[in-house]
């Protein structure tokens, strides 16, 4: 499967973001489907993942009543919303997919976990 993840920019702290990552190929609704985050010198953090067959999530706590992750399933693409977003939210941002059967910690919060990267989008936060 190939990810293309887009809707990156440049916003005040406060404002609002939408990430999209598209998906084509081999897509099936056994993917769990994720989003990271990255800033220089530090590992990929997880951001928030989802089941594609059920829509079940998991946000990590500094995103949560912030962030939703959804997904479209006749477009085969996933979201991020950021609302009410901080500086510290500034980072690189990539979606992930695994094809799994079960959505279950640690393993969605694990980023080498994942077997395909989209190529990474910039989101950057001013204060």
């Known amino acids: 499967v190939q990810l293309q993840a887009s809707g990156g920019g440049l916003v005040q702290a406060g404002g609002s973001l939408r990430l999209s990552c598209a998906a084509s190929?081999?897509?099936?609704?056994?993917?769990?489907m994720a989003w990271f985050r990255q800033t220089p010198g530090r590992e990929r953090e997880f951001v928030a993942a989802?089941?594609?067959?059920?829509?079940?999530?998991a946000y990590t706590d500094s995103v949560k009543g912030r962030f939703t992750i959804s997904r479209d399933n006749d477009k085969s693409t996933m979201y991020l919303q950021m609302n009410r977003l901080k500086p510290e939210d500034t980072a690189v941002y990539y979606c992930?997919?695994?094809?799994?059967?079960?959505?279950?910690?640690?393993?969605?919060?694990?980023?080498?976990?994942?077997?395909?990267w989209g190529q990474g989008t910039q989101v950057t936060v001013s204060s």
């Open positions: 992930g997919a695994k094809s799994a059967g079960y959505f279950s910690a640690p393993d969605y919060y694990t980023w080498d976990w994942y077997e395909h």
């Open positions: 190929g081999r897509t099936a609704n056994t993917y769990v």
């Open positions: 989802t089941r594609w067959r059920t829509g079940t999530a």
